[in-house]
């Protein structure tokens, strides 16, 4: 299936307050340096992808449908969120490439969804930007081959936050109206119901921590920003967000959430200036 986002795939980040440190987990090495000579020689592949990215989809294929632990799962699930990214770029120079031509109407990239078993093409920044994204269908059923719950768990936390389990694009607590920007939807309580999901999440299994923290950070990020192109209003109407619906969720992000020393005088500080975002 096509995906087609009408916005900028870099969302604002803001510097209010600094992630925890978290390592992310390395991609295991059989996928992320196979043997060259196991490259697939499909003429297409070769026209867009390195010997070396080529064996990579072919590991990655089998790995995908080899599922059957959670370790297994794992470390598939993270060698190709960053598989998706390394062949994201190359995907990019040919679509780059091919724009001013007939080829770029023609365009089509059927032929190589077979070949990555969990990813689909996206279009991001007005239709200019190519980038493969994990499907979260695709994993959910190899999420079932896997007799622990963890990684059932991490899907249905992801699935809270993001479109597809890779977390790229914008966050579900941010809701476009344009281009590149829209309405957040502090007052609505997803903010409080996103952060309780990930501390359940993490109380239960720390295997995906990594992942989940890194959507934690950002949903942090955003909540104390003094700025943002993300408005507290209803998507809807366009309306703003009463104040004191802002402020009850903020409280209860202080009373139900789990957060640091840090986190909750910062929170303090923007519930006392009713979470008053700067001009500009």
Known sequence: MLHLFLACNEPLVSSAVTPPAVQPPKAPAALSTPEVEDAPSDPRLMEVFTAQQRAAIAAQSESFHAISSIEEFAETFRASKVMASNLSDSLQRRYEAVQDS???????????????????EAYFAEGTALQLVLIPASWLERAAA???????????????????????????????????????????????????????????????????????????????????TFEWCSPETGEPTPVEALLTEGRAILQDAKLSAEEKAQLQERIDASFKLDAG
């Open 102 to 120: 007939d080829e770029f109407a023609n365009m089509d990239l059927a032929w190589l969804k077979p070949l990555l078993p969990g990813m689909e």
């Open 146 to 228: 896997t007799p622990q719950p963890d990684d059932d768990a991490f899907l249905a936390f992801m699935a809270l936050s993001y479109d597809n389990p890779g977390a790229v694009g914008w966050p579900t607590w941010n809701v476009r109206t344009w281009d590149y920007g829209g309405c957040s939807g502090l007052g609505s309580g997803v903010y409080v119901g996103t952060l309780k999901a990930a501390d359940t999440a993490l109380a239960d299994s720390t295997l995906f921590e990594a992942e989940i923290m890194a959507v934690r950070s950002r949903l942090i990020s955003d909540l104390l920003a003094t700025r943002s």
